[in-house]
């Protein structure tokens, strides 16, 4: 009971978009099935990214430079794919490329004291560079990542289509919300990693070793980065194209602050944004409005706006978030 006091918004809200939802699909299941897997589509990346900011920040490091890591594991996943033929080895190059990267990040920032939001930049400027002049046009994978169907939950009205019947990573998305959710909350991992990012001297007096968990939450939350990128170059589509992370980096940096830090709620941030995309598309495609395919695009960056505006003074950051850790001070 008092977790569905601190969430009676977020919960109240669930169940009447989850009404809405089905009222909608038994209206019509086709149209309904579709707008909801294009939004989970679109969402996936923004939810992955999103988890990468969410340990980042509740560590006490600003990671700006999520675009950047999603760009670096597009690229790295889909060439190393098509160097091997192998979309798995794709994935796999793909994640480490985001490790390496949240490697530089944490290394930079944590241990050199360098200003993060220097660090971040600098990781999205280097990715540009790199994956513009590394590019090599007429590259080809063997073919992307399948779907699958999950047993069961794959059978369920609307929910199952779309959210059980994807491909590795999409399903991968959904269950990292919620694992990552119940770590920071139900876990020693969870508490110290909270601690070092609200009060980190206090977290070191108490023996928690803040630059060694700071180092490796940003090392590793840079995996997520590389994974979401490998999705947009393997499973969304099975080809790279240059800047192809297309701002969803700076999109989930806006998820996350929407969604209070907290990763279930940043999934239902992500899943918010992807509906409105999809549902602008959806009116395009029906002739039911005449909106120009540069207004769609837009539409995102319109809605990150509209959300930090929104959510500016009603959502508090980790008390040390963006603040360098010095031992003794």
């Known amino acids: 009971?008092?977790?569905?006091?601190?969430?009676?918004?977020?919960?109240?809200?669930?169940?009447?978009?989850?009404?809405?939802?089905?009222?909608?699909?038994?209206?019509?299941?086709?149209?309904?099935?579709?707008?909801?897997?294009?939004?989970?589509?679109?969402?996936?990346?923004?939810?992955?990214?999103?988890?990468?900011?969410?340990?980042?920040?509740?560590?006490g490091v600003v990671n700006i430079g999520i675009e950047g890591q999603m760009l670096v594991g597009a690229f790295a996943g889909f060439f190393a794919a098509a160097a091997a033929q192998s979309v798995v080895v794709g994935v796999i190059v793909g994640a480490l490329s985001g490790i390496v990267m949240g490697a530089f990040l944490a290394f930079t920032t944590v241990k050199g004291q360098l200003d993060q939001i220097i660090a971040g930049v600098v990781i999205n400027i280097v990715a540009t560079g790199i994956t513009s002049f590394y590019y090599e046009s007429g590259k080809t994978i063997p073919r992307g990542?399948?779907?699958?169907?999950?047993?069961?939950l794959s059978k369920i009205p609307l929910i199952g289509p779309v959210f059980f019947s994807d491909g590795p990573i999409a399903l991968f998305a959904l269950v990292i919300a919620v694992v990552l959710h119940v770590l920071l909350f139900r876990t020693r991992w969870g508490l110290r990693t909270r601690a070092v990012g609200e009060y980190p001297s206090a977290a070191d007096t108490a023996g928690i070793n803040v630059i060694a968990l700071r180092l490796f939450n940003v090392t590793m939350a840079g995996s997520l980065a590389g994974i979401a990128g490998a999705y947009l170059s393997m499973e969304a589509t099975s080809t790279f194209e240059r800047g192809m992370s297309s701002g969803r980096g700076f999109l989930a940096l806006a998820i996350l602050i929407f969604g209070a830090w907290r990763p279930l709620r940043a999934l239902a941030a992500a899943l918010f944004f992807g509906f409105?995309?999809?549902?602008?598309?959806?009116?395009?495609?029906?002739?039911?409005?005449?909106?120009?395919?540069?207004?769609?695009?837009?539409?995102?960056?319109?809605?990150?706006?509209?959300?930090l505006a929104a959510a500016a003074g009603r959502v508090r950051a980790p008390g040390a978030v963006g603040q360098p850790f010095v031992k003794g001070d």
Do not use: C, H
């Open 1 to 59: 009971m008092e977790w569905l006091n601190r969430n009676k918004v977020w919960v109240g809200t669930s169940v009447v978009v989850l009404i809405a939802a089905y009222a909608f699909y038994f209206a019509n299941g086709n149209i309904a099935v579709s707008m909801f897997s294009n939004a989970w589509f679109l969402a996936v990346p923004l939810v992955l990214g999103a988890m990468v900011g969410v340990i980042g920040e509740r560590s």
């Open 276 to 307: 409105m995309s999809a549902s602008a598309s959806q009116l395009q495609a029906s002739n039911v409005v005449d909106i120009p395919q540069q207004f769609i695009n837009l539409l995102p960056y319109v809605l990150t706006l509209v959300v």
């Open 145 to 152: 990542l399948p779907n699958f169907d999950v047993p069961l």
